[in-house]
Structures are given as structure tokens and as C-alpha cells.
T-cell receptor
Framework: ETGVTQSPTHLIKTRGQQVTLRCSSQ?????VSWYQQALGQGPQFIFQ???????GRGNFPPRFSGLQFPNYSSELNVNALELDDSALYLC??????????????FGPGTRLTVL | QQQVKQSPQSLIVQKGGISIINCAYE??????FPWYQQFPGKGPALLIA?????SEKKEGRFTISFNKSAKQFSLHIMDSQPGDSATYFC??????????????FGKGTKLSVIP
């Protein structure tokens, strides 16, 4: 068990609404990454947070935003939801310390459906 | 556009057989190549990883073969078991700046091991 938890498990929203997804990192991990996994596809990198600052972003529009808190938990916020935002959203945490490609431990994900 | 191409999309192997999944990449800046295993309802879990200065890495029944000149790498699962039935993703990582290591995933291979 990786220790990364996400909430909620499932979520249904309508187009145009806003959503907040939450992630609790594994103890001792100070870096968190978010990925979007569409059905039948591999995860796509959204962004990464290190010590409460965004330090890397994939090809996602600004309506995807995030936060990391002092206890290293994290939120993913998506505004103005579109149908194509329906996906499994994965959070991954990385151990602290100097690291080169430290292993990313994934949570079970939040399944978002946009109607 | 960073891309990792994975094949086959699905694979059926007899118990005890060898499962082989292939991936190809284009960006020569990638410097870390992990394989992830994902069961239904779970997040991806790291299986094995390799760096480009090594041509092969073996851990138990799992082996990565890496061909830097061809920009290809593959996962071999020896003595495949029904418990290995899952979706496998190859990935490649690059430092996207400020110590941020984003993973670029292939589209996945659904492996079914039949008794």
C-alpha cells in the first residue's frame, strides 16, 4: 500500500461547474504531481508542486490549478468544466530529499464525470 | 510534442509463457524509463525502471531491455502468471525544470494471462 489517498472516489459534475479534488501525500513526501488519465489512455502530466510552489506544468490550460499545503497535502481545481475533462485524476507523491527521478507513488485516483 | 509509443494495445499469453511489451520514444533528452503496472480501480505502481546507460535490467521475472540507438525499450515478463493480468504502461521522464520530473506515459497494454 502506497499511503497516498485521494478524495472523493467518484464525482459527477455538469459542464461549466467547478471541482476540487484532494490528495494526501505519503508521510515524508514533499513533492506531489497530478495526472489526468482518460479512459483507455495513459496518464498525462498536469503539474507538480514542491514545497507549496508549482515547479512544472504539462500542456493543460490555466483553468486547471493547484495548491499544496504546509502538510504537503494538495488540491487540484478545475474551473469551467468541459465534457473532455471526464477522466481519472491521479495524484502521485515523491519522497523528500535530493532526488533524481525519485519514484512517484500514485494514489487510487478520483473518477470525474462531466455531464 | 514528447511522445512514447507503446505496443501492443492488448496481449493474451498462456500461463508460464513470456509476455513482451514494446515502447519507442523520440525525445533523446529522456533519461529515465520506468514501467508501471495498473490494476482496475488502483493507481499505477512502479514495476521496474532503467536509465539509458544500461542495456538491460532484471528484477525477478521482470526484465527491461533498452536500445538507446533505436530509441526503444521493452518489458519482458517471464513465466507469466494469471496474477500478472493488468494494464502495463511504459513511461519516460525528463527534468522539466527546477527539479521537476514529469512522466510521459505510453497508452498502455492490457495483459491477460490465461491458465
Amino acid at each position: 500500500e502506497t499511503g497516498v489517498t485521494q478524495s472523493p472516489t467518484h464525482l459527477i459534475k455538469t459542464r461549466g461547474q467547478q471541482v476540487t479534488l484532494r490528495c494526501s501525500s505519503q508521510s515524508g513526501h514533499n513533492t506531489v504531481s497530478w495526472y489526468q488519465q482518460a479512459l483507455g489512455q495513459g496518464p498525462q502530466f498536469i503539474f507538480q508542486y514542491y514545497r507549496e510552489e508549482e515547479n512544472g506544468r504539462g500542456n493543460f490550460p490555466p483553468r486547471f490549478s493547484g495548491l499544496q499545503f504546509p502538510n504537503y497535502s494538495s488540491e487540484l481545481n478545475v474551473n469551467a468544466l468541459e465534457l473532455d475533462d471526464s477522466a481519472l485524476y491521479l495524484c502521485a507523491s515523491t519522497p523528500s530529499g535530493t532526488g533524481f527521478h525519485n519514484e512517484q507513488f500514485f494514489g487510487p485516483g478520483t473518477r470525474l464525470t462531466v455531464l | 510534442q514528447q511522445q512514447v509509443k507503446q505496443s501492443p494495445q492488448s496481449l493474451i499469453v498462456q500461463k508460464g509463457g513470456i509476455s513482451i511489451i514494446n515502447c519507442a520514444y523520440e525525445n533523446t533528452a529522456f533519461d529515465y524509463f520506468p514501467w508501471y503496472q495498473q490494476f482496475p480501480g488502483k493507481g499505477p505502481a512502479l514495476l521496474i525502471a532503467i536509465r539509458p546507460d544500461v542495456s538491460e535490467k532484471k528484477e525477478g521475472r521482470f526484465t527491461i531491455s533498452f536500445n538507446k540507438s533505436a530509441k526503444q525499450f521493452s518489458l519482458h515478463i517471464m513465466d507469466s502468471q494469471p496474477g500478472d493480468s493488468a494494464t502495463y504502461f511504459c513511461a519516460a521522464s525528463i527534468d522539466s525544470g527546477a527539479g521537476s520530473y514529469q512522466l510521459t506515459f505510453g497508452k498502455g497494454t492490457k495483459l491477460s494471462v490465461i491458465p
